[in-house]
């Protein structure tokens, strides 16, 4: 049987005081490290030593005690060693000079006043800082386990936050007995940091690493223990007041700005000012104020008194403009860009002054004279170059409205190349300010009336002259431009008429290169369409169908040995009639006036036009072929008999000449071939004999009798202007240095129209616009089937803006006419909708 031994074991003692009897010993070994931390005597301290006596505490639950004896042996400190080193910093001199601001200091004053406070506070804030980091770290074990369990801020927090309670909340005491307003130190602190920042501001130079670190403090401390991430002190205490002192200088230095500078010099204060600010933010106060600064600068130095700086004379916005100041406009782009993202205040000043220097344009060309011009700007001139290149040459009247045509448009493209390179280089393509500018440079071309017709001069003038001398960039150019100015125009319907008789011009008397024209119509049909550009392809297609037509019929004559046929050289245009202009193809250019008389052709002519008629329909039965005589132009070999009794010179020899002229001017010369020495025709016989109506055949005579290069007649009397009572006789004196001569075809000037002629081309323009408006309105119709009648009218204008703004009233008009041929009906009880009628 086994027994079990008993032991006695001993009494143990209670353990009542055994925790606050280690407690003591802990504390005074932790106060003691601290004080000597506070001293920066910590090289002797044991870190593992006091972290062991923390650790000790709270092990035996004690944290709650030791968390209250560091809190209060801070305070103690910050009473006791702190706290009279910054009351000494306060004097009375500083409170009135930072927080009164009484006059009579100077700024280097103020400056060693200010920073030798700065520099007590963050000598304390930095001691401070330090120790309680140290301190932290020992007891480390403390915010580990007691202060997560309760819930309380961290130790660290709180000794930090000392600082702010103690020191900055502090009431500055004795040097503020006669102040009545109870002031902290933090206002003096505040006022200081502000004082100093303006005297930066006025150009002095200021302790930025002192600022930093006094702003940096502000940022490492909070309203609470609880460091709430918007609670620091320099978000809630120091930045609100920075701001409003920062928004009250910039008011007041925008109010001298505008009485003493101009707006060039406000553009790059302005600019510095946002420069400095930001520089400042990083440098001296914080990242986290720079957009809120900037703000300030922009509301209270740019956007306040904008309007005002923009207005001035002389400096102003316009003036930039007309003056090309490029950086004054880049600046001022790009602080506005700032304080609106719409750019109003820029646009309505933009649009504006476009607008003005588009109408100092028409007023210039009406002052302008143009009775005299050094460069050729029409055909006859171009005749007589190689005799008076160097001389000024005289313009007619009709000839001077073509280069004021072409003056009006070289301008108005000097103009958008001012505002393109302004755009490109100031406004960075802004598209708002792209927008404006083309939408005013829209406005004063169209409210000019004879933009279509000058800006299809401009491009006929440069197709015509100069094109062979040009590169293939050069020539790219051009073209650009003038596709640029069509762009603008909203009555493009009156450009093409204006095009396609200019084209015509240029097709028939070959003054073109046949590949630019079809590279413009190319670039015309990308950008409008291919309605816009098919009757001038079919022009084109005209002229390479009647070349080939021309080889045909060469080769048929060559095949039949006919000598008869041989003597004249047959190069035919046939043109369709649908596609080119009714002043070419010989229709009526005024009101009531028809298709005009045919003339009576020589008889060689006459046997080859009915030759080539046979030809022509062999393959092509019901066609009906028409001779424009007023559109050709001949060739004709001249020979000038010896002169009898001149031995010597020019005269005294045969001379044999090849002389272009028009189909007109063939016609009258040949008459001439059947006179004899001495005799002579009349005007009235002239037309008689020929059937040329009489403003052409005062034309073609003038050519033949009155340019000195080709005058093969003489006119009697020997006068400038042709009449009905002049007589013509042959020039069996005429002498030329060159073999082959042109004379200037007159009529083929591509001029501008007289108020007579620009009124009928308005009327046709009217009618085409008529079909136009019926074609869409019945296609719209067809569609819907029904309509309301605001519908019908916005969506004919939408259809139809492409070509040309239709008028109101007008699409009124021809809906009623519409109306009437029973196209459309009104849909009963509801007048103003419509039904289709099929």
């Known amino acids: 049987m086994a027994s079990r031994t008993n032991k006695i074991r001993p009494i143990r003692k209670p353990i009542t005081n055994r925790d606050q009897s280690e407690f003591e010993p802990c504390w005074a070994l932790l106060r003691d490290a601290m004080t000597d931390i506070h001293l920066q005597n910590a090289g002797r301290l044991s870190f593992e030593q006091l972290y062991r006596a923390s650790y000790k505490i709270v092990l035996r639950k004690k944290g709650a005690l030791l968390y209250e004896r560091v809190r209060d042996f801070e305070q103690e400190w910050f009473r006791d060693h702190i706290m009279p080193n910054i009351a000494a910093l306060i004097t009375k001199n500083l409170i009135n000079i930072s927080l009164l601001q009484h006059p009579g200091s100077s700024s280097h004053e103020r400056r060693e006043m200010g920073e030798k406070f700065l520099r007590g506070i963050r000598d304390s804030w930095t001691d401070h800082n330090r120790s309680m980091n140290m301190i932290a770290d020992v007891l480390m074990y403390l915010d580990r386990v007691y202060t997560l369990e309760t819930k309380q801020p961290s130790l660290f927090a709180v000794t930090i936050g000392l600082f702010r309670n103690n020191v900055l909340r502090s009431h500055i005491g004795a040097a503020a007995e006669d102040i009545e307003q109870d002031f902290v130190v933090f206002d003096i602190l505040c006022a200081?940091?502000?004082?100093?920042?303006?005297?930066?501001?006025?150009?002095d130079i200021i302790n930025r690493n002192l600022v930093r670190k006094i702003t940096a403090m502000l940022e490492s401390l909070y309203e609470t223990d609880d460091e709430i991430e918007n609670h620091r002190l320099y978000l809630t205490l120091f930045e609100p007041r920075y701001l409003e002192a920062s928004t009250e200088f910039y008011r007041k230095e925008c109010e001298k700005l505008v009485q003493e500078a101009n707006c060039s010099t406000w553009l790059r204060h302005a600019q510095r000012r946002l420069n400095e600010e930001r520089e400042r933010c990083?440098?001296?106060?914080?990242?986290?104020?720079t957009d809120k600064i900037a703000s300030v600068v922009e509301k209270e130095l740019i956007e306040a008194k904008l309007d005002v700086f923009l207005a001035m004379e002389g400096s102003g916005l316009k003036p930039m403009i007309d003056n090309d100041r490029l950086d004054d406009l880049s600046i001022l782009y790009q602080l506005i860009s700032r304080v609106d993202s719409t750019k109003s205040a820029l646009k309505v000043i933009l649009q504006r002054r476009v607008r003005e220097l588009g109408l100092e344009i028409e007023k210039a060309l009406k002052n302008t004279d143009f009775s005299v011009a050094g460069a050729a700007t029409g055909d006859?001139?171009?005749?007589?170059?190689?005799?008076?290149?160097?001389?000024?040459?005289?313009?007619?009247?009709a000839q001077q409205q073509t280069a004021a045509a072409i003056k009006w448009v070289d301008d108005v493209l000097q103009l958008k190349d001012k505002f393109d390179r302004i755009l490109s280089d100031c406004f960075c393509d802004d598209l708002l300010l792209q927008s404006a500018i083309t939408r005013s440079f829209s406005d004063f071309i169209n409210s000019f009336n004879r933009s279509s017709e000058y800006v299809s001069l401009f491009i006929d003038d440069n197709l015509k002259r100069?094109?062979?001398?040009?590169?293939?960039?050069?020539?790219?150019?051009?073209l650009d431009k003038a596709i640029v100015l069509l762009r603008y125009l909203t009555d493009r319907d009156m450009f093409e008429r204006y095009y396609q008789k200019h084209l015509a011009k240029r097709l028939l008397h070959r003054k073109s290169e046949i590949h630019t024209e079809k590279e413009m119509v190319s670039r015309m049909k990308s950008e409008m369409g291919n309605h816009f550009t098919s009757k001038f392809e079919g022009m084109f297609k005209d002229m390479e169908l009647s070349k080939d037509l021309t080889d045909n019929y060469r080769d048929h004559i060559a095949s039949l040995g006919d000598a008869d046929y041989k003597t004249v050289d047959l190069n035919i245009n046939v043109l369709t009639t649908n596609n080119w202009p009714p002043e070419?193809?010989?229709?009526?250019?005024?009101?009531?006036?028809g298709a005009k008389p045919d003339c009576f052709y020589p008889p060689e002519i006459k046997r080859l036009?009915?030759?080539?008629?046979?030809?022509?329909?062999?393959d092509r039965s019901g066609r009906v072929l028409t001779w424009v005589s007023s559109a050709g132009n001949a060739d004709i070999k001249c020979v000038f008999p010896k002169v009898p009794g001149k031995e010597t010179g020019p005269l005294s020899k045969e001379r044999r000449y090849e002389l272009n002229v028009s189909t007109y001017g063939m016609i009258v010369l040949m008459l001439f071939n059947d006179l004899v020495d001495g005799e002579s025709l009349s005007f009235d016989e002239i037309q008689a004999k020929t059937n040329i109506p009489a403003p052409e055949l005062m034309r073609t005579l003038t050519s033949l009798s009155s340019v000195p290069k080709c005058r093969v007649l003489l006119k009697e009397p020997a006068t400038k202007n042709v009449k009905n009572t002049d007589k013509f006789s042959y020039n069996a004196q005429f002498v030329s240095k060159a073999i082959r001569i042109k004379a200037p075809v007159i009529s083929s000037i591509s001029k501008v129209e007289g108020d007579e002629e620009r009124k009928e081309t308005e009327r046709k323009n009217d009618q085409t616009r008529a079909h136009v408006i019926d074609a869409a309105v019945v296609r719209i119709m067809k569609q819907r089937k029904l309509l309301a009648h605001t519908k019908l009218v916005n969506e004919v204008i939408s259809q139809l803006m492409g070509r040309f703004k239709p008028d109101v009233p007008l699409i009124k008009k021809r809906i009623e006419d519409l109306l009437a041929r029973e196209y459309l009906e009104r849909v009963e009880g509801d007048s103003s909708t419509y039904r289709y009628l099929a």
């Open 380 to 397: 006859g001139e171009e005749a007589g170059e190689a005799a008076e290149k160097a001389k000024p040459q005289t313009l007619n009247p």
């Open 609 to 618: 036009q009915e030759s080539f008629y046979k030809y022509y329909l062999k």
């Open 192 to 203: 200081v940091i502000l004082d100093l920042i303006n005297m930066e501001r006025d150009g």
């Open 466 to 478: 100069g094109i062979k001398t040009k590169t293939e960039a050069e020539v790219d150019a051009v």
């Open 282 to 289: 990083g440098t001296t106060l914080s990242i986290m104020t």
């Open 584 to 593: 070419v193809m010989g229709g009526g250019t005024s009101k009531g006036e």
